[in-house]
């Protein structure tokens, strides 16, 4: 009986952490520069389709397929940060500013990396076989090792993720640059390249998340908007701009999703996190972590 | 006054403002290595202004701004604080979800080396004792003479040759924002050049060696600090009205 649920538990966690990732990935953008990202599932899906011909095409092993897509996609975001958002942003100093031009962008870059991606990768959803190896067994469990996978990389990278942000100068200038621009600029922190920087941060674990889903599903153009609803959903549940908010609304948001899908019904998949997140918004309307100190590591 | 030698920070003609809205029209300034000067004037005259075009917050309109020989006006604000000159804002901000360590940390985020990060943290202990026995707690919860204790802190962090201070008694207690004069009054002997920006005048002149009293964008009056307190009383009240405020021996 309790392996009953415990199967749809870890396969909601793992799966709860690529969305953790990728809300990670929001809530920074959120925190270090004001605006809510619209185009974040196309990072995701970049950074799959990036790791995916690293891996066939080079013939990478995983781990190297990861890190390189990782780095990759993180300055790939740096360049469109820099090049189109920073367009945006008051007199050219590098602060962003919330508004509608912001999200219209947000919209028209999604858009634009979809085509792109159309362009170099085609229509078709290509798998994405890593040969991770035999399940682990665990009691009557066979745990298949892509959500071994998932698990472990997540936890490191949000591991690194906070102890970069809570020791580290640059981590420190980071949170500072998100909470006051201007003291920031006056204690000596290069503002413009902070806010490059947790853009790029985020889209690297948006890539992060999507490598580590690849083995699971498949590789495609329209990845990031299921993912993008997911990741908005996680953000909101955890406390939007809450960084341990964003990791505990995905892995809420995937559990919920998973034994509903297991339990109740799998047609209704998609509107299990919607559920949840209608619960918590009456229950707790800023989020279960909701914070007022951005970029709360 | 600013014909003897060079000046520290020189400031000539400075056009600029917010938008459209012309705020500075034309302001002269200098203070020379090692002085305190005191920059005085009416809510909303442009003091704040003067300081963020200084510190590159605001980028000027037009006129020049001069930091020890090198012309500092198209500067970002991270290359100004790199070369020396430090601004400590109105309304002791800090980063509430940080420590009071983390706090003056990031004012010495230019400092590379750790050893002298760490140095400059003692000297700042030194300077706010009470700070030494706060590190460890988030600035968020602090009392407004520690929180202007810890900005001021943060300025000196970088190791600066000049700091310039916007109104660092404003809202505090009597007993308090004397605690805060003598430390100015300190860190200036140990070799620090100021530009104080204050409502109380009658202290700042004390402990200024010169004035500037600016007035709608423009420097009104200047002098040295013992010329302007003895000025007929008329023309410091209509600085906005601190004259009768208590002595203070410095
Ligand atoms: N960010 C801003 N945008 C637009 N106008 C501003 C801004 N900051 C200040 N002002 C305006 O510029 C004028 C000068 O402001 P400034 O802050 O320099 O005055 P101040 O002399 O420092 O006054 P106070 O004693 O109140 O601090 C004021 O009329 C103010 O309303
Ligand atoms: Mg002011």
């Known amino acids: 009986m309790l392996d009953y649920f415990v199967d749809p538990i870890i396969i909601g966690v793992s799966i709860g952490m690529v969305y953790g990732l990728v809300a990670l990935g929001i809530s920074l953008i959120y925190s270090g520069l004001d605006i809510v990202h ?23 092993p995983y781990v190297p397929t990861l890190l390189l897509a990782i780095v990759l996609t993180g300055l790939l975001g740096m360049f469109i940060e820099r090049v189109f958002y920073r367009r945006l942003t008051s007199g050219g100093g590098g602060y962003t500013v919330a508004g509608m031009a912001m999200v219209v962008s947000g919209f028209g870059m999604s858009i634009l990396l979809q085509n792109i991606a159309f362009l170099i990768w085609g229509p078709k959803a290509l798998p994405f076989p890593v040969p991770h190896g035999m399940p682990i067994e665990i009691g009557d469990l066979a745990l298949p090792m892509s959500y071994v996978w998932i698990i472990g990389t997540a936890l490191v990278l949000m591991t690194a993720l906070h102890l970069v942000l809570k020791k580290t100068m640059i981590g420190l200038a980071m949170r500072a640059v998100a909470y006051n621009k201007d003291i ?5 922190i290069n503002v413009p390249l902070m806010i490059s920087l947790t853009f790029g941060v985020a889209c690297a674990l948006g890539a992060a998340a999507g490598v580590l889903i690849g083995p699971i599903n498949y590789v495609q153009v329209q990845m990031g908007i299921g993912i993008l609803v997911k990741a ?20 809420l948001v995937g559990v919920v999703e998973s034994l509903g899908a297991g339990f109740i019904s799998g047609t209704y998949k998609d509107v299990y ?17 909701g914070v007022s100190i951005k970029m709360k590591a | 006054m600013s014909a003897v030698g060079a000046a520290m920070l020189d400031i000539k003609d400075l056009t600029g403002g917010y938008g459209r809205v012309q705020i500075l029209n034309g302001a002269n300034l200098s203070v020379q290595r090692g ?45 100004i604080v790199r070369a020396g000159l430090v601004q400590v804002t109105q309304g002791k901000e800090t980063f509430p979800g940080m420590t009071v360590e983390e706090n003056l940390l990031l004012g010495a985020y230019v400092v590379k080396d750790r050893a002298r990060r760490n140095a400059a943290l003692e000297r700042v202990y030194d300077y706010f004792p009470i700070l030494r026995d706060k590190r460890h707690q988030p600035s968020g919860g602090l009392s407004g003479g520690q929180l202007q204790m810890v900005c001021i ?48 005048v009658r202290m700042a002149l004390l402990l200024a060696s010169y ?31 601190t004259v009768a405020n208590r002595e203070a021996k410095l």
Do not use: C
Request: net charge neutral; glycine share 14%.
């Open chain 2, 211 to 241: 004035g500037y009293v600016i007035k709608d964008g423009m420097i009104h009056i200047e002098g040295p600090s013992e010329h302007l307190i003895n000025d007929d009383n008329v023309r410091l009240s209509y600085l906005g009205g």
């Open chain 1, 232 to 251: 908005f959903a996680a953000a909101v549940v955890g406390g939007f701009g809450s960084l341990p908010g964003a990791v505990l609304g995905g892995v």
């Open chain 1, 38 to 60: 619209f185009a974040h599932g196309e990072i995701y899906m970049f950074g799959a389709f990036i790791g995916l011909t690293l891996f066939q095409k080079l013939a990478l």
């Open chain 2, 153 to 200: 802190g943060r300025g000196l962090m970088s190791s600066p040759s000049m700091i310039m201070l916007d109104e660092p008694s404003a809202a505090l207690a009597p007993q308090i924002v004397m605690g805060i004069f003598q430390t100015i009054h300190r860190i200036a002997r140990d070799g620090m050049t100021v530009l104080m920006v204050e409502q109380n």
């Open chain 1, 273 to 289: 996190a919607f559920v949840l997140l209608i619960i918590v918004l009456m229950v707790r309307p800023a989020g279960i972590l």
């Open chain 1, 184 to 188: 920031a600029y006056l204690s000596g």
């Open chain 2, 35 to 79: 002085q305190i000067v005191a920059l005085l004037g009416g809510n909303g005259t442009g003091k704040s202004t003067l300081l963020k075009a200084a510190s590159g917050l605001i980028r000027p309109w037009g006129g020049s701004i001069t930091f020890a020989g090198t012309r500092i006006d198209a500067m970002r604000p991270d290359a």
